[in-house]
């Protein structure tokens, strides 16, 4: 199994910025987390999980969800095993749970299904 921990959730004014990061550990069928593209998702109350950002296996080119594209920024280091969301000017309706997501099924896919494994979320608050 490939763990994955997000951290960096925060109560913060809205304008300012945040940077998640996840960290992964663990093998899943011999695969380590350089193997596995990455997502960024989140879920605010009531709603669905929404994508926001994906990251291929060496980094690449980041593919961005139009809601959050300019303002998200996604990025990993194999070397740490990690992958962070940096998000600028923060809107309330920013507010939601984040989770980070490990895919060696499909790169570049906006669909929670294709994502195998999972991380508990971060909450991200943002107030006006």
């Known amino acids: 199994q490939l763990q994955l921990v997000e951290s960096g959730g925060a109560l913060v004014q809205a304008g300012k910025s945040l940077r998640l990061s996840c960290v992964a550990s663990?093998?899943?069928?011999?695969?380590?987390?350089?193997?596995?593209?990455m997502g960024w998702f989140r879920q605010a109350p009531g709603k669905e999980r929404e994508f926001l950002a994906t990251?291929?296996?060496?980094?690449?080119?980041?593919y961005y969800a139009d809601s959050v594209k300019g303002r998200f920024t996604v990025s990993r280091d194999n070397a740490k095993n990690t992958v962070d969301l940096q998000m600028e000017n923060l809107k309330v309706e920013d507010t939601a749970v984040y989770y980070c997501?490990?895919?060696?099924?499909?790169?570049?896919?906006?669909?929670?299904?294709?994502?195998?494994?999972w991380g508990q979320g971060t909450r991200v608050t943002v107030f006006v």
């Open positions: 990251i291929a296996f060496s980094g690449g080119i980041p």
């Open positions: 997501a490990a895919t060696s099924l499909r790169i570049g896919s906006e669909e929670a299904a294709d994502y195998e494994f």
């Open positions: 663990g093998r899943a069928s011999g695969r380590t987390f350089s193997d596995h593209a």
